[in-house]
């Protein structure tokens, strides 16, 4: 890849990762060849963003922690689920709940993959996907496309969040570490505090979230001035404050020179 930003650089490995192993899982179930790639613009034949994407959340946990996002079309939805049900293409079906979640479990299959070949550089890695009707709340770091196969090609939008390109920018400079002339056995205190510094500019999301609420379409549709939306939270209770996504702690709320603020009283364990 040429012309890409430093984040798009770090998350590069992993990105192809994801796409190879795609392409592996597809391959093996529909009997073809079928490689993967990445693309780092937004190609021309991939659908703006519509009500009726499919998206993919995934959280990482243990040696990685961060989280990343698959925006499926419809019609891309359809062609994973046919090809990974074994059935004749036809673009003319409409997309049905039983396509989506034989496309989550697609790619419920291809993390595995991705986690077990991240193990060999970062340790035990675990993911966790969750289907969605909405894109995730967290802002992204690193934007690209999963392409698998040729013709006609399926595009994948994928996402990842800035504690995800975190960590691995902090992975890859330990690889950097074990691979000089000193031993990893010899790093030193002060050669860790050297890596964590490297992180200590990288911009992180924070939100304070009061609470939250699920709704029908139609209650959203009649939302006007002067409407009142109740929460699922008490006025006592703690606010939470998330980083990318992820709750980090929770306290009360407080005004600071005019300004809202959280004074904070606990930190979740983990």
Not at 136 to 163: C, F, N, Y
Not at 228 to 255: F, K, M, T, Y
Request: aromatic content about 4%.
């Amino acid at each position: 890849m040429s012309d890409i930003g430093p984040d798009l650089q770090i998350a590069e490995p992993h990105l192809q990762l994801w796409a190879d192993m795609l392409a592996r899982v597809l391959a093996e179930v529909s009997g073809r060849a079928l490689s993967g790639a990445v693309v780092t613009q937004a190609p021309a034949e991939m659908p703006l963003p519509v009500g009726s994407d499919f998206w993919i959340v995934a959280a990482c946990s243990g040696a990685l922690r961060g989280e990343l996002s698959l925006r499926i079309s419809a019609q891309a939805a359809l062609q994973l689920a046919q090809l990974f049900m074994g059935e004749p293409p036809n673009t003319a079906l409409e997309t049905t709940p039983e396509h989506r979640e034989a496309v989550l479990e697609l790619l419920r299959q291809t993390s595995g993959f991705v986690a077990t070949g991240t193990k060999g550089s970062n340790g035990e890695v675990q993911l966790r996907l969750e289907g969605s009707s909405s894109a995730p709340t967290w802002p992204a770091s690193v934007t690209a496309w999963l392409k698998v196969g040729d013709e006609p090609s399926i595009l994948i939008e994928m996402q990842l969040s800035a504690a995800l390109v975190a960590a691995l920018r902090a992975d890859r400079t330990e690889e950097s570490s074990n691979a000089s002339s000193k031993p990893p056995s010899s790093l030193s205190v002060q050669d860790g505090k050297v890596s964590l510094g490297l992180l200590m500019d990288v911009e992180l999301a924070v939100t304070l979230r009061f609470g939250t609420r699920r709704m029908l379409l139609r209650e959203v549709l009649e939302i006007n001035p002067g409407s009142v939306i109740g929460l699922d939270r008490q006025v006592h209770e703690p606010v939470d404050i998330l980083l990318d996504g992820r709750v980090v702690a929770r306290g009360e709320v407080v005004v600071i020179d005019g300004n809202y603020g959280l004074r904070v009283l606990e930190l979740p364990a983990g």
